[in-house]
């Protein structure tokens, strides 16, 4: 059964999946805009858009403006913040629809994390992206753009570490990042088919608290390196939680 994450009532969802639970929280940050938080995926369509950051010279789908602001990172320019104890990589969502009237609300439908060591990808298969750390399934999440469009963030969200590091695929510190995603298959912006304004901006994420307790920000480099964290982890038991691993800050 899909769960809606209802961002238009609620300040924080948290969204359990297979790959560990996703918490998602309406984010106000100012500014925002493009060549203040960097953004590395870029969409804009009328009706459903999706796609996924890419160098490749001419995209894949909806997505605009390679390689500036649509292009890869590699798994070490992630930030962790700690949660409760238990530790995510933090992204925010710039969403850019008109404000006013039944125009400003659209739903996130879909997302996907993939890591691999191939750069510049043009796939239309998203699934052969690489090898899958995070899927939002069949879940998705409602958001009403109330801000001032593009120069306010929107929506801060949270993927478990967990499947990055753990199972038969543990990801390397250079692997290439690809994240999918997908608008307007439950609600279009203005409910006649389109989703419009500017463009749906992806940024790290970091510095936002979505629940009580203050998170801890950090790049996931660490002081004392990027290796010392996964040989740390990897020599913890598989059966300890998550939440007890240790940042690099900590070594």
Do not use: C
């Not at 279009?188 to 998170?215: L, R």
Request: proline share 5%.
């Amino acid at each position: 059964m899909a769960i809606i994450g209802d961002l238009t009532t609620q300040g924080t969802v948290v969204v359990p999946t297979s790959y560990g639970n996703a918490i998602f929280s309406r984010d106000f940050t100012q500014p925002a805009g493009t060549g203040v938080f960097d953004p590395f995926l870029t969409i804009q369509a009328n009706g459903v858009e999706q796609g996924y950051n890419t160098s490749a010279k001419k995209g894949v789908f909806d997505t605009k403006r390679e390689p500036q602001w649509n292009h890869e990172f590699q798994v070490k320019d992630l930030r962790v913040q700690t949660i409760g104890g238990v530790q995510y990589f933090a992204f925010v969502i710039d969403i850019n629809e008109p404000n006013g009237g039944a125009k400003s609300e659209i739903s996130l439908d879909s997302i996907k994390i993939f890591t691999t060591r191939q750069i510049g990808q043009n796939t239309t298969d998203v699934e052969s992206l690489g090898v899958k750390r995070f899927d939002l399934e069949n879940n998705w999440i409602k958001y009403d753009d109330q801000n001032h469009g593009s120069g306010q963030a929107d929506i801060s969200f949270f993927v478990p570490i967990r499947e990055f590091f753990d199972g038969p695929n543990p990801v390397k510190m250079d692997d290439y990042v690809y994240m999918y995603q997908r608008f307007g298959d439950h609600i279009s912006a203005d409910f006649d088919g389109t989703t419009q304004g500017g463009f749906e901006e992806t940024a790290m994420g970091g510095g936002v608290a979505p629940v009580p307790e203050m998170a801890t920000i950090l790049p996931l480099a660490g002081v004392l390196g990027l290796g010392m964290f996964v040989q740390a982890y990897r020599r913890r038991s598989r059966k300890v939680d998550v939440g007890s691993l240790e940042t690099p800050e900590s070594l």
